[in-house]
């Protein structure tokens, strides 16, 4: 049974995606990623800091907003230290690999790159092998 | 604040009221997606044809503006597909995989004030750091930062 708001919900949140990507690429000449945007935004280049930390603003905003506004608190239901080594693996991963599911899913897939084409199929496999491995190790009472 | 600061930040904003609208701040709808054993999640499928629909159509039509023809070659700029692109992306598919959370919909989480959200970032962020150091002494051939 498929969800069918769920999946109207997704494709219009993902068309609000695709135009705010169109924006940014159009203000500042640069790729949408939020990897590569916080990357940047952490490294030594002064010059374009500024509209970086814009951009990582108006996305901490909305969430703020939208706590506010209403109860999204939606938890993680993982332990946190397995967030914590989640978070280091995508923070380096990321930066390693060039991209996250914004600029290499989003951005690059819709420029037609082949790069970018390879990466998500990539990074899709690893967390699918991921997910199922973890199912295993809980079902099998290893892991918590 | 200049233009483009400003174009930044409602770009932000707008990125955020997608992952928010879309249900990708809610890491079960991800790793719902990730898990094709059971009751598999499509949403995930139908958040990337709206944004990749949008935003390919958005650039093919602003490739034809002659405004805009300054910025059209950066859209040529491709990355070298290489074996950092490969590892990187698999290293940060099992992170994904094991939080239901990318970029993106952390700091969004983070702005909700999930606790577990400021874990992450913070992990994240250190993993970010991480990365620049070793690039920067020269050992692995990474390329393009922003530049997909």
Redesign the interface.
């Known amino acids: 049974m498929i969800d069918k708001a769920g999946m109207l919900m997704g494709f219009l949140g993902g068309a609000l995606i695709g135009l705010a990507a169109t924006l940014y690429f159009v203000a500042t000449g640069r790729t949408a990623g939020v990897s590569g945007i916080l990357g940047g935004a952490l490294g030594r280049d002064r010059e374009a800091r500024g509209e970086r930390i814009a951009f990582l603003a108006g996305l901490v905003g909305v969430g703020l907003l939208t706590a506010v506004v209403s109860s999204p608190a939606v938890a993680n239901p993982y332990p946190l230290p397995l967030l914590v080594v989640a978070g280091v693996l995508v923070g380096f991963g990321t930066r390693l690999g060039g991209g996250c599911t914004s600029g290499h899913g989003v951005c690059g897939i819709s420029r037609f790159s082949i790069a970018s084409l390879i990466a998500t199929a990539t990074f899709i496999a690893a967390g699918a092998a991921t997910v199922a491995i973890a199912h295993r190790l809980l079902a099998s009472g290893v892991a918590p | 604040?200049?233009?483009?600061?400003?174009?930044?930040?409602?770009?932000?904003?707008?990125?955020?009221?997608?992952?928010?609208?879309?249900?990708?701040?809610?890491?079960?709808?991800v790793?719902g997606f990730?898990?094709?054993?059971g009751h598999w999640?499509?949403?995930?499928?139908?958040?990337?044809?709206?944004?990749?629909?949008?935003?390919?159509s958005?650039?093919a039509l602003?490739g034809r503006a002659p405004r805009?023809r300054r910025?059209r070659p950066?859209?040529?700029r491709?990355?070298?597909?290489d074996g950092?692109?490969?590892?990187?992306?698999?290293?940060?598919?099992?992170?994904?995989?094991?939080?239901?959370?990318?970029?993106?919909p952390?700091?969004?989480?983070?702005?909700?004030?999930?606790?577990?959200?400021v874990?992450?970032?913070?992990?994240?962020?250190?993993?970010?750091?991480?990365?620049?150091l070793?690039?920067k002494r020269g050992r692995?051939p990474?390329?393009?930062?922003?530049?997909?």
Do not use: Q
């Open positions: 604040m200049k233009g483009r600061t400003i174009g930044a930040l409602v770009a932000g904003a707008l990125f955020g009221v997608g992952l928010v609208v879309s249900g990708m701040t809610d890491p079960r709808n790793i990730l898990d094709f054993s999640n499509p949403r995930l499928v139908a958040v990337m044809a709206g944004a990749v629909g949008v935003h390919a958005l650039l602003l805009l910025i950066l859209l040529d491709k990355r070298r597909i950092a692109l490969v590892a990187g992306a698999a290293i940060f598919g099992v992170g994904w995989g094991l939080s239901g959370y990318c970029p993106g952390a700091l969004v989480s983070l702005g909700f004030g999930v606790r577990t959200a874990a992450f970032v913070a992990a994240m962020i250190a993993g970010v750091v991480a990365a620049g070793i690039r692995t990474t390329g393009g930062c922003e530049m997909p």
